[in-house]
């Protein structure tokens, strides 16, 4: 059963860090892509960023980047997302999400980690 898993979240300041983890298990994701999505309250799910499950080819939403990086570990099976200068804007709850390739649909989903960011 493929499972991801987020780790990481918690209350910041504004202009704080956060490193949020996603565990990935269940199957080989070499040909995959790994990303991260958040959900702000009483709004839709975004996307913030993906990955190659080899650390090539990193995609950002406009919104986060220079200050947001998104990597791989392979040895580790996670991805981490590393949030800098976090605004109010970014709380929400942030999820992990597996594609099997670049513009295709996510296909598995975390339960997701809360990230809150207090002004």
């Known amino acids: 059963q493929v499972q991801l898993v987020e780790s990481g979240g918690g209350l910041v300041q504004a202009g704080g860090s956060l490193r949020l983890s996603c565990a990935a298990s269940?199957?080989?994701?070499?040909?995959?892509?790994l990303g991260w999505f958040r959900q702000a309250p009483g709004k839709e799910r975004e996307f913030v960023a993906d990955i190659s499950w080899n650390g090539g080819s990193p995609l950002y939403s406009d919104s986060v980047k220079g200050r947001f990086t998104i990597s791989s570990d392979n040895a580790k099976n996670t991805v981490y997302l590393q949030m800098n200068s976090l605004k109010p804007d970014a709380t929400g709850v942030y999820y992990c999400a597996a594609r099997p390739r670049l513009y295709s649909k996510f296909e598995t989903w975390g339960q997701g980690t809360q990230v809150t960011v207090s002004s």
């Open positions: 269940g199957r080989a994701f070499s040909n995959y892509r």
